[in-house]
């Protein structure tokens, strides 16, 4: 069962960058696709950054210009989202998922905390 392990939240101040790295424990074969997904306290999970294999990304407006989600091309599969000038709206767990593998299915991450606060 491939898992996926996500690293890199913390505590930042307003304006600082984090970059939040998911590595994948085995290889997915025929991925499809890649997202990072935040859900703040309260609030319904919403989709951040996806980025499809053959490179076409998307954003939600209120990341446009700051995140940038990419990937490596190791057998084991690194999704990254280099966050900048955060703010603290920003604050939430960010989860990573990869579609891929038999039956085109969705592997998600465990969930990282960032938060954004002076």
């Known amino acids: 069962q491939v898992q996926l392990v996500e690293s890199g939240g913390g505590l930042v101040q307003p304006g600082g960058s984090l970059r939040l790295s998911c590595e994948a424990s085995?290889?997915?074969?025929?991925?499809?696709?890649m997202a990072w997904y935040r859900q703040a306290a309260g609030q319904l999970r919403e989709l951040v950054a996806s980025?499809?294999?053959?490179?076409?990304?998307?954003y939600a407006d209120s990341v446009k210009g700051r995140f940038t989600i990419s990937r490596n091309n190791a057998k084991k599969m690194t999704v990254f989202l280099q966050m900048s000038n955060l703010q603290p709206e920003d604050t939430a767990v960010y989860y990573c998922?990869?579609?891929?593998?038999?039956?085109?299915?969705?592997?998600w991450g465990q969930g990282t905390q960032v938060t954004v606060s002076s």
């Open positions: 980025m499809y294999i053959n490179g076409l990304t998307n």
């Open positions: 998922k990869i579609i891929g593998g038999r039956g085109r299915r969705d592997y």
């Open positions: 085995d290889e997915i074969l025929s991925v499809y696709a």
